[in-house]
Each structure stands twice: as structure tokens, then as C-alpha cells.
């Protein structure tokens, strides 16, 4: 994927944060960094820098920075987990960091579904092992897609017969041009085999969040050979359930890791 009850991890502080870039301003209480190293924020470790660059934890935090580069009129870039992201050259606008991983999980009305909102800075991989681990269904099909939440909407994210779409309630968006915030709905967000409005109207949005529907109802997800076989030969005889399918998605994809 291109570029977990509540949890956050601690921001580097500004002295760790100073060692990638010459000099740190705080406007409004937004730090903006400049001439900073993009290299410890991509997956490919490459050494093109941004002018300026902000970390955000928070929607309000967000629509600050959209703000402030709208002001001095930069371009944009939002960056997620950085995996598989090239920038070929130095980036002359803001770069935006998300680092809000807050996961919060509610009960639907039915109460035979829950749902799961994560916000865009949250791994991919770690929500979907937060949700396995309180004996949620629905994503375990999902397990070891690198990237993060922010980025999952974006290219309909999939494997082993389960794509985002199939799960999916709402999201949370910023429309950088307005500066106003959306509720996007599954329609809005015109999903299809690995593809979303967003892949198309590329830089009119940033996505704060992303909340999922989860339950038994959703059924699970063993029709893949690589993973029935798995499940046969490692758990003969047992019904499985998420844990289980977990273990063989991740087991199939990095079999000399698990």
C-alpha cells in the first residue's frame, strides 16, 4: 500500500525532531520545520528534502497546517507510512506527517457489529492485530498490508478475498481548497478494484480517519488454497476464527518470519 479504547504514541520531542532539520518554528502552536531530510520517513530511505515539514496529531492540528500552507501558498504533500513512496527530487512545499494513531471501537445499534475508528497515522497492520486480539472479525483477511490507515481508503486496499470496501462505514476528511471537514460514505468515496475517487482527484483531500465495521456476521474468509492449506496443516481439525486466519495470511506472506 503506497504510500490501536485509545492509544498514542509519545512525539519526538523537539530536540530529537532537530537533528532532521535546520531550525524549528512554532506558529500557533503548529512546529514547522524546514530543509528537513525525508529519508528517515520513507521506506526507501532516499535523501531528498522537504522546505518545510510538519507533524500533526490531531484534526485541528491538520487543518492548521493546510492553513498555514495555504497562507504562503505551498503545495502539499501528505505523507503516511512513507512505504513505497519516491520523490525523485526536493520538495519545495509542507510536507504533512500524520502521527495521531488513536483507535476507538463503538457498538453498533444492532449490537452484533462493532465499529473500529482509527485515525490516519495508525499502521495498517497494527490495527488490524488490535482488532484480532479482542476476537474481532473482519480484517484478519487484511493482516501485514504495510502502510497506513490514512493511505487504506485510497487504493481499496485487499488480499484473500476481503477488500477495504467490504468493511467499510465512513471516513473523515479535510478538503484542502475550502478548509472544510467531510464525513465521506463507501459512495462518496467511489470504491472499485483497487481504486477510489481519491486516486483521481489526488491532492483535494486529506483523510483524518477511517471507521470499519466489524463482527461474526461478516463471516470468515478461508477459500484461498495458500491459506486453507495452511490452516489444514497447522490446525487440523479446528474451526478457524480471525487469530487463526491471521496467523496464515501472515504466514503465507513471510514464511521465513513467522
Given at each position: 500500500?503506497p ?16 537533528r532532521?532539520?535546520?531550525s524549528?518554528?512554532a ?17 526507501f ?12 496529531d ?8 493546510v ?15 512513507g ?67 490514512g493511505?487504506?481508503?485510497v ?14 462505514v465512513?471516513l473523515?476528511a479535510?478538503?484542502?481548497a ?10 462518496d468515496?467511489q ?31 478461508t ?19 480471525a ?13 521465513f518470519?513467522?
Amino acid at each position: 500500500m503506497p504510500d490501536l479504547q485509545h492509544t498514542r504514541h509519545d512525539l519526538l520531542s523537539n530536540d530529537k525532531l532537530s537533528r532532521f532539520g535546520t531550525s524549528n518554528r512554532a506558529v500557533n502552536g503548529l512546529t514547522l520545520r524546514h530543509d528537513v531530510d525525508l529519508g528517515p520517513y520513507t521506506s526507501f530511505g532516499f535523501s531528498q528534502k522537504a522546505a518545510h515539514f510538519a507533524e500533526v496529531d490531531s484534526e485541528e492540528s491538520l487543518a492548521e497546517a493546510v492553513q498555514r500552507a495555504q497562507t504562503e501558498n505551498w503545495p502539499i504533500l501528505a505523507l503516511g507510512g512513507g512505504s513505497n513512496l519516491v520523490i525523485a527530487n526536493d520538495y519545495p512545499g509542507l510536507v504533512i506527517r500524520q502521527v495521531d494513531d488513536t483507535i476507538t471501537y463503538q457498538q453498533a445499534g444492532d449490537a452484533l457489529e462493532t465499529h473500529v475508528t482509527a485515525s490516519a497515522g495508525v499502521s495498517w497492520h497494527a490495527l488490524v492485530m488490535d482488532t484480532v486480539s479482542r476476537a474481532l472479525t473482519g480484517l484478519e483477511n487484511l493482516s501485514l498490508i504495510p502502510g497506513q490507515v490514512g493511505a487504506a481508503p485510497v487504493q481499496n486496499i485487499g488480499a484473500y478475498g476481503v477488500e477495504l470496501c467490504d468493511r467499510f462505514v465512513s471516513l473523515r476528511a479535510l478538503h484542502i481548497a475550502s478548509g472544510k471537514w467531510q464525513t465521506m460514505t463507501g459512495k462518496d468515496c467511489q470504491f472499485a478494484y483497487r481504486n477510489s475517487y481519491f486516486k483521481h482527484h489526488d491532492g483535494q483531500y486529506i483523510i483524518s480517519s477511517v471507521t470499519l465495521r466489524l463482527g461474526t456476521h461478516l463471516g470468515l474468509h478461508t477459500g484461498y488454497a495458500a491459506l486453507s492449506d495452511y490452516l489444514a496443516l497447522h490446525h487440523p481439525g479446528e474451526e478457524p476464527d480471525a487469530r487463526r486466519i491471521s496467523e496464515a495470511v501472515c504466514a503465507v506472506r513471510h514464511p521465513f518470519t513467522t
